[in-house]
C-alpha cells in the first residue's frame, strides 16, 4: 500500500518561499508513475499544482508555473515542492499524490496547511 | 481554462436512496474526467476515472457515465459513509487541469 507523507513549514511569510516534501513509502518513486502537488485554499477546490517523474521531467500549471519547482530525490523516495513570492493567497492545504495513469491521482498525502501571513 | 461546474451545490438524501450529481464541461473532455469524494479533514479520494471506470476498492453502488460535456455520479443505495463533498476533475486539457466546486451530499 502505497503511502505519501508531506512535509515542511506551516507558517511562511510574504514574498518569501514555500517549501514541502513528500516522503512516498509502500512503493518505489522509481516507478511508472507521475507524482503530482496539489491545493486547497480553505474552504474551497482543489487546484492541480505540477507533477514530476522520476527522470526529473516536470510539467507545471501554467497559471502557477513561473513561481513553481518541483524536484525528486530518489535516494530518499521523495520529492519536493517549492513556490516562491508568496502571497496570502497561497495559503491552503497542499496535498502530494500519484498519477494513477494520466492524472487521476490515486493516493494522496494527508494534506498539510501552509498558511501565509507576517 | 475548461470550467466545470458542478450541480446541485448542495443534495439533501434519504439514507438507501439513489443520489445523482452532475458535472458539465465549459468544453468537450472527452472522457477524461474523475470523481473524488472528500470527507472532513481527509484528502479526496479517487472514486471514478475515465468517466465511467471505477477505482482499486470502490464499492459497485458508485458509478459514473457520460462524455464530452455532460457527467454523472450517481450512487446506488446512500450509505451512512457516502455523505461527503464530491469533486469531478477533468483531465482532458492538460496542463490546464481543472476541478469543479464541489457538491455537497448530506442526509435528509
Known amino acids: 500500500q502505497v503511502q505519501l507523507q508531506e512535509s515542511g513549514p506551516g507558517l511562511v511569510k510574504p514574498s518569501g518561499t514555500l517549501s514541502l516534501t513528500c516522503a512516498v513509502s509502500?512503493?518505489?518513486?522509481?516507478?511508472?508513475?507521475?507524482w503530482s502537488w496539489i491545493r486547497q485554499p480553505p474552504g474551497k477546490g482543489l487546484e492541480w499544482i505540477g507533477e514530476?517523474?522520476?527522470?526529473?521531467?516536470?510539467n507545471y500549471n501554467p497559471s502557477l508555473k513561473s513561481r513553481v519547482t518541483i524536484s525528486v530525490d530518489k535516494s530518499k523516495n521523495q520529492f519536493s515542492l517549492k513556490l516562491s513570492s508568496v502571497t496570502a493567497a497561497d495559503t491552503a492545504v497542499y496535498y502530494c499524490?500519484?498519477?494513477?495513469?494520466?492524472?487521476?491521482?490515486?493516493?494522496w498525502g494527508q494534506g498539510t496547511l501552509v498558511t501565509v501571513s507576517s | 481554462e475548461i470550467v466545470m461546474t458542478q450541480s446541485p451545490a448542495t443534495l439533501s438524501v434519504s439514507p438507501g436512496e439513489r443520489a445523482t450529481l452532475s458535472c458539465r464541461a465549459s468544453?468537450?473532455?472527452?472522457?477524461?474526467l474523475a470523481w473524488y469524494q472528500q470527507k472532513p479533514g481527509q484528502a479526496p479520494r479517487l472514486l471514478i476515472y475515465g468517466a465511467s471506470t471505477r477505482a482499486t476498492g470502490i464499492p459497485a453502488r458508485f458509478s459514473g457515465s457520460g462524455s464530452g460535456t455532460e457527467f454523472t455520479l450517481t450512487i446506488s443505495s446512500l450509505q451512512s459513509e457516502d455523505f461527503a463533498v464530491y469533486y469531478c476533475q477533468q483531465y482532458n486539457n492538460w496542463p490546464r487541469i481543472t476541478f469543479g466546486q464541489g457538491t455537497r451530499l448530506e442526509i435528509k
Open positions: 509502500g512503493g518505489s518513486i522509481s516507478s511508472s508513475n507521475w
Open positions: 514530476i517523474y522520476h527522470s526529473g521531467s516536470t
Open positions: 468544453q468537450s473532455v472527452s472522457s477524461n
Open positions: 499524490a500519484r498519477n494513477l495513469q494520466k492524472w487521476e491521482f490515486d493516493y
